[in-house]
T-cell receptor, first 116, second 110 residues
Framework: NAGVTQTPKFQVLKTGQSMTLQCAQDMNHNSMYWYRQDPGMGLRLIYYSASEGTTDKGEVPNGYNVSRLNKREFSLRLESAAPSQTSVYFCAASHSVLAGVAYEQYFGPGTRLTVT | TQLLEQSPQFLSIQEGENLTVYCNSS?????LQWYRQEPGEGPVLLVTVVTGGEVKKLKRLTFQFGDARKDSSLHITAAQPGDTGLYLC??????????WGAGTKLIIKP
C-alpha cells in the first residue's frame, strides 16, 4: 500500500504560469483534502472533498481550483501562479468527515512549490 | 472565528528533560487530535482524545484533554532526539471545518 502519493515533489514556476498538483490514495477513503503549510502558520485548508463528486472551499481557496476525478484522485490547480503561493502543499485522505468527529488523516509527502 | 492556539511556538531542550506543550481554544470541541510532523514529511497522527478529562499514554508521551474540553496538553518524559518535530493539534467543528493549530516546533538536543 502506497497510502497517499503526491506528484511532483518539487516545482518552480514563474509568476503567471499554471500547473496541477496530483494526489492519489489507495486506502478507499471518502474524504480528501488539500492544505498549504507556511512557516509559523501550521496547516491551512485550501479545499476538501467529503466524498466523490463533491468539493468545498476551505480557509484559503482563492487562486486555486480542485477536481475530484474519482474516489482515488484529487487534484489541485493553480491557474495563474503568484509568489504568495510559494508554499509546501499537502494532500490528505480520511474517512468521511462528521461534525465534531475527528478521523485520522493520512498525509502525502508534500509538494514544495516556489513561484518566482 | 474559532482559533486553536498552541504554546509555546518553539521549544529547544536537552535530551532527558521533560516538557509540556499546550493546545487551547475558545470553543468546546468533542474531540481533538495530536499529530507530529518530521522535517520534509507530512504529519502523522499520535492520538485522538474524546472525553473531557481523558488521559492517554503513548510510551513517554502523555496526552490530556481538559475537563471543559477546550484545551489539551502533551507531556513528554525524558525527551529523546527522535521526539524532534512539529507538534500539531486539530479538531473538527460542528460545521465540518478542520481547525488546526500553528504547531509547536520541538528540538531535542543530544
Amino acid at each position: 500500500n502506497a497510502g497517499v502519493t503526491q506528484t511532483p515533489k518539487f516545482q518552480v514556476l514563474k509568476t503567471g504560469q499554471s500547473m496541477t498538483l496530483q494526489c492519489a490514495q489507495d486506502m478507499n477513503h471518502n474524504s480528501m483534502y488539500w492544505y498549504r503549510q507556511d512557516p509559523g502558520m501550521g496547516l491551512r485548508l485550501i479545499y476538501y472533498s467529503a466524498s466523490e463528486g463533491t468539493t468545498d472551499k476551505g480557509e484559503v481557496p482563492n487562486g486555486y481550483n480542485v477536481s475530484r476525478l474519482n474516489k482515488r484522485e484529487f487534484s489541485l490547480r493553480l491557474e495563474s501562479a503568484a509568489p504568495s503561493q510559494t508554499s509546501v502543499y499537502f494532500c490528505a485522505a480520511s474517512h468521511s468527515v462528521l461534525a465534531g468527529v475527528a478521523y485520522e488523516q493520512y498525509f502525502g509527502p508534500g509538494t514544495r512549490l516556489t513561484v518566482t | 472565528t474559532q482559533l486553536l492556539e498552541q504554546s509555546p511556538q518553539f521549544l529547544s531542550i536537552q535530551e532527558g528533560e521533560n516538557l509540556t506543550v499546550y493546545c487551547n481554544s475558545s470553543s468546546v470541541f468533542s474531540s481533538l487530535q495530536w499529530y507530529r510532523q518530521e522535517p520534509g514529511e507530512g504529519p502523522v497522527l499520535l492520538v485522538t482524545v474524546v472525553t473531557g478529562g481523558e488521559v492517554k499514554k503513548l510510551k513517554r508521551l502523555t496526552f490530556q484533554f481538559g475537563d471543559a474540553r477546550k484545551d489539551s496538553s502533551l507531556h513528554i518524559t525524558a525527551a529523546q532526539p527522535g521526539d524532534t518535530g512539529l507538534y500539531l493539534c486539530v479538531f473538527v467543528d460542528s460545521n465540518y471545518q478542520l481547525i488546526w493549530g500553528a504547531g509547536t516546533k520541538l528540538i531535542i538536543k543530544p
